[in-house]
Nanobody, 120 residues
């Protein structure tokens, strides 16, 4: 059974930091590119950061560049999102995603999300 379980969300003051984790099971983690997405109330879900299957390349949406860092530990089947200098506009539900293409078929899995609230 495929599972992606996010943790680490919570309430933090502006300028603070949080580290999100997403632990995967039920599939070969090291074959999947991993990404973090977020969805704020009344807005569409957006891609925040992505990392390749072996961690050799990352990319970020412009609004988080220099503040967020995505990383992964394939030995632990876990992807992380280190968030610093948090702003109120970072408030959202953050979702973990795993994606790969096997024999031309896209395998695409989502976690249940973790709430991040940035407020004083």
């Amino acid at each position: 059974q495929v599972q992606l379980v996010e943790s680490g969300g919570g309430l933090v003051q502006p300028g603070g930091s949080l580290r999100l984790s997403c632990e995967a099971s039920g599939f070969t983690f090291s074959r999947y590119a991993m990404s973090w997405h977020r969805q704020a109330p009344g807005k569409e879900r957006e891609l925040v950061a992505r990392i390749t299957s072996v961690g050799s390349s990352t990319n970020y949406t412009d609004s988080v560049k220099g503040r967020f860092t995505i990383s992964r530990d394939n030995a632990k089947n876990t992807v992380y999102l280190q968030m610093t200098v948090l702003k109120p506009e970072d408030t959202a539900v953050y979702y973990c995603n795993a994606k790969t293409v096997i024999f031309g078929r896209i395998n695409d899995y989502w976690g249940q999300g973790t709430q991040v609230t940035v407020s004083s």
